[in-house]
C-alpha cells in the first residue's frame, strides 16, 4: 500500500476538505447524512426535531474502555440511539420508506444534513481563519481520506461553539484559553479506518500544536475510541474530564501538553508521507 500524503489545510483546498468532511461525517458514530426537516425550528418551537436518518447500515458500537460501557450503539436498526422524548437519535430509513417522523410525528420532510442543515462548507471557511489555525489533510492517490484541524481558543462565538461561555468554564476549572488549543475537528473515511490514520490525522494535529508553546489540549467529542487515539500522543494519560457542553450533547476533555510525547508521535507519522 502507498502510504498516504499529508498536505496542509489552506484556503485553496477547502473544496476538497468539504468533500471528505461530508463522507466522515456521514459515517459512524455520527451518521450525519438526513435529518428531520423540522430541526430548522427555532430552539423554542414545540415541533423543534433532530432526529437524523440514513440509508445505510451499520452494526458497529463503541465501548468506552474507562468506564466498560456500550456507546454509539448502532445494531437493530439504531433503534437504541433513538430517544423519542427529546426527539433526537438516529434511524435506519426501510426501503419502504416512512410516512411520519419517529421524532415529532409530523409527515417525513428530510434535508441533507450537510450543507443543508449544517453549512460544512461555512463552518470550514470560518475555522480556516481561526487565530493560530493548524490544519492537515490526508490524500491517498490524490483522494482525500481525512483530516483534523484546531485553532487557538477564540474569545467569540462561532458556528458551532458558544465560546464566550466555554471560556467561563474554562476559568472556572483553572484553565487559561489564552493558554489552550481547541482540537475542533477530526476523522478519517469508513473505508480507511482500521489502518491506523486515525492515530495519523491526531498526530498531526497534535505535533503542530506542540510547536506553538500551548500548555493545554482541549476537545469534545461523543466518540470514546478518540480519547484512546488522542491518550497515545500524551503519554498515554487519560484526559480530564472538564464540562458538559451547554449547547450540545457533548463533553469536553482536557491533556496537558507537559504529557506531550513526541518520540510516539514520530513513530506513528512514520505511516505516511508528507508534500
Known amino acids: 500500500m502507498v502510504k498516504p500524503r499529508v498536505i496542509d489545510i489552506t484556503s485553496e483546498n477547502q473544496g476538497s476538505l468539504a468533500q471528505v468532511?461530508?463522507?466522515?461525517?456521514?459515517?459512524?458514530?455520527?451518521?450525519?447524512?438526513?435529518i428531520c426537516a423540522n430541526a430548522k425550528r427555532s430552539g423554542a418551537?414545540?415541533?423543534?426535531?433532530?432526529?437524523?436518518y440514513s440509508f445505510k447500515n451499520c452494526s458497529k458500537y463503541d465501548l468506552n474502555?474507562?468506564?466498560?460501557?456500550?456507546?454509539?450503539?448502532?445494531r437493530n436498526d439504531y433503534i437504541v440511539r433513538l430517544d423519542k422524548k427529546n426527539r433526537s437519535g438516529i434511524v435506519l430509513l426501510p426501503t419502504a420508506g416512512l410516512e411520519n417522523c419517529l421524532g415529532c410525528g409530523q409527515k417525513l420532510s428530510l434535508l441533507q444534513f450537510y450543507p443543508d442543515f449544517v453549512d460544512h462548507r461555512e463552518l470550514i471557511g470560518e475555522a480556516v481563519?481561526?487565530?493560530?489555525?493548524?490544519?492537515?489533510?490526508?490524500?491517498?492517490?490524490?483522494?482525500?481520506?481525512?483530516?483534523?484541524?484546531?485553532?487557538?481558543?477564540?474569545?467569540?462565538?462561532?458556528?458551532?461553539?458558544?465560546?464566550?461561555?466555554?471560556?467561563?468554564?474554562?476559568?472556572?476549572?483553572?484553565?487559561?484559553p489564552k493558554e489552550t488549543f481547541y482540537?475542533?475537528?477530526?476523522?478519517?473515511?469508513?473505508?480507511?479506518?482500521?489502518?491506523?490514520?486515525?492515530?495519523?490525522?491526531?498526530?498531526?494535529?497534535?505535533?503542530?500544536?506542540?510547536?506553538?508553546?500551548?500548555?493545554?489540549?482541549?476537545?469534545?467529542?461523543?466518540?470514546?475510541?478518540?480519547?484512546?487515539?488522542?491518550?497515545?500522543?500524551?503519554?498515554?494519560?487519560?484526559?480530564?474530564?472538564l464540562f458538559k457542553d451547554p449547547e450540545r450533547d457533548s463533553t469536553w476533555f482536557k491533556w496537558d501538553f507537559s504529557n506531550y510525547d513526541s518520540t510516539q508521535t514520530e513513530k506513528i507519522l512514520e505511516r505516511v508521507e508528507y508534500g
Not at 468532511?21 to 438526513?34: I, M, N, Q, S
Not at 466498560?68 to 448502532?74: A, F, K, M, S, V
Not at 490526508?138 to 466555554?166: C, D, M
Open 65 to 74: 474502555k474507562s468506564t466498560q460501557l456500550i456507546e454509539n450503539d448502532c
Open 129 to 176: 481563519n481561526e487565530p493560530g489555525f493548524i490544519g492537515y489533510m490526508l490524500t491517498q492517490e490524490s483522494s482525500p481520506i481525512g483530516f483534523s484541524w484546531g485553532y487557538s481558543i477564540p474569545n467569540f462565538r462561532t458556528a458551532s461553539v458558544n465560546f464566550p461561555k466555554i471560556n467561563e468554564l474554562l476559568i472556572e476549572k483553572g484553565i487559561l
Open 183 to 241: 482540537g475542533a475537528e477530526s476523522g478519517v473515511i469508513d473505508s480507511c479506518q482500521g489502518m491506523g490514520m486515525g492515530s495519523v490525522v491526531v498526530a498531526l494535529r497534535a505535533k503542530g500544536a506542540s510547536q506553538k508553546g500551548y500548555k493545554y489540549f482541549i476537545n469534545r467529542t461523543i466518540n470514546p475510541a478518540m480519547h484512546a487515539i488522542i491518550n497515545k500522543v500524551f503519554s498515554g494519560i487519560k484526559a480530564d474530564m
Open 45 to 52: 418551537d414545540p415541533l423543534k426535531c433532530m432526529v437524523q
Open 21 to 34: 468532511y461530508k463522507e466522515v461525517f456521514a459515517g459512524h458514530p455520527w451518521h450525519e447524512d438526513l
